[in-house]
Structure formats: C-alpha cells, structure tokens
C-alpha cells in the first residue's frame, strides 16, 4: 500500500513527470497535494497501470485532491535547456500554480534543482512508494497522453496515438520515410541522418 505523506509537519505535494525519453512532443509535470487517508486500490506509478484504469484514476485524484496542477514546456525549449533542466521546469510551473503554497516537495528521481526555499526530498521509484508522486505521474502521463493524440491528427503516419512519442519501432520507421516534424525533439538522436520534414 502507497503511503500518503513522507513527512506530516509541513503541506506537502508529490510531483513527478512524464515524456522524458520521447522522440517528440513535450514533457508534462504534476505536483498534487493529498488529504489525509486518499486511498484507492489501482492508485500506482503510472507506467504499471492500464490506460483505462489511468483515467479512472485521474477523475478520482482530481475529485479528492486537496488541489493539482500539471504544466508543460515543449519540444522547442527541450532542445534548448535540455530535458533534464526542462523536466524540472515544468515541476516548477506545476508547483508554482498549486492553489495552497507546497512547503515540502517530494520528487520522483534522484535530482532535482530546488524550487524557491521550499525543502524537497528526491525519492528513487517514489511513484511506487508515495501516493502524492503515484497521482503526480498519473496525471503528468494522462494530460500528455491527450497532447499526443491530439497531434496524432496532424501528422497520423507516426502513431502518436499509441506510442505517444516514444521512439518505437514503428516510430523511428515513420521517421526513416518520412523525416522529422516540427515536433520533434532535434537534440534527440532520432534517426541516423536526421531528416527533416518538407511542409
């Protein structure tokens, strides 16, 4: 069972992102703050729950969170900050727009560059082990799933409706024959020559 705090003196929010290792698209962040005793038997990191039990979840968190927010930064900022620096940004949005002021951060991962004064605690597989990173990364991978299948509709021969960006193997043949978009990352090694799409 998830536990729901790290620590109970200080308001603490759970954040956690997804999109990382994509070939294309932006990566998403959450940070979201728990009432004493949420619960709910599916609640996991994200990569270990099905789709539709993701959304189930999602409608459940955003109904019993004491509040939420997930942020973004695209693929263009990506290639410039890197998507280290940028997954940590789009923490801090996340964080910076939570209705109640966070006074302690939870992170998934082993790094993270602090965000104001706040104290934070990074947490390897926290998304296993807390429930605040476990609806963090829900939503982050939710709302960025959403992105994706939107963009899918423009550019539909690369699949983002089922790999999201990822570079799978049907992925990285579409960019083989059809060259890069505008939406993916050029920082990335995303094929051998890097070719870029006529539009």
Request: aromatic fraction near 12%; include cysteine.
């Amino acid at each position: 069972m998830l536990k729901v705090f790290y620590q109970t003196e200080l308001l603490e929010a759970g954040c956690d992102e997804a999109g990382r290792g994509c070939l294309a698209g932006p990566v998403f962040a959450a940070a979201v703050i728990l009432p004493e005793g949420f619960f709910h038997e599916k609640l996991n990191d994200s990569k270990q729950v099905n789709e539709e039990d993701r959304y189930e979840l999602r409608s459940f968190i955003e109904k019993n969170a004491v509040c939420y927010q997930v942020a973004m930064v695209d693929h263009e900022e990506i290639d410039r900050i890197n998507i280290l620096n940028a997954s940590f940004k789009a923490m801090h949005l996340a964080i910076a727009k939570l209705q109640k002021k966070a006074q302690f951060l939870i992170i998934d991962g082993n790094r993270f560059t602090k965000y104001k004064r706040v104290p934070h605690q990074c947490i390897v597989q926290g998304d296993g082990e807390y429930a605040s990173i476990a609806a963090a990364s829900i939503l982050a991978k939710t709302y960025r799933d959403d992105f994706m299948r939107n963009l899918h509709s423009e550019f539909p021969q690369y699949k983002w409706n089922t790999n999201k960006g990822y570079g799978t193997p049907e992925h990285r043949r579409a960019i083989d024959e059809f060259g890069l978009t505008p939406y993916h990352r050029r920082s990335f090694q995303c094929t051998s020559n890097q070719l870029q799409l006529d539009m």
